[in-house]
């Protein structure tokens, strides 16, 4: 633990990877952009591009970005202000 109490992100692993191995697609995000809160199975997915791009179903700001590359993906959420997953019991 350092001097002002933090501790570096590897204390997150656990707490994510408990996250992660659910099915993201039925968490409820919401956009940045308008506020509209939907599960992610509702984006608009576009593929065309190097990557997945997922757009709000109400006013189409990018939500979600994801490309992969030999053993290793990218997310950015920065379009998402959050998202509620549920978790198993």
Do not use: K, Q
């Amino acid at each position: 633990m350092s001097d002002d109490g933090h501790v570096d992100g590897n204390a997150l692993a656990g707490d994510l990877r408990e996250i992660f191995a659910v099915d993201v697609t039925a968490a409820v995000g919401r956009c940045s952009g308008c506020g509209h809160r939907g599960p992610v199975a509702s984006l608009r997915v576009y593929r065309d591009a190097p990557g997945v791009v997922a757009r709000c179903p109400r006013c189409e700001e990018v939500v979600l970005r994801l490309v992969r590359g030999p053993g290793r993906a990218w997310l950015d959420l920065r379009g998402a202000v959050s998202l509620e997953i549920p978790l198993p019991s």
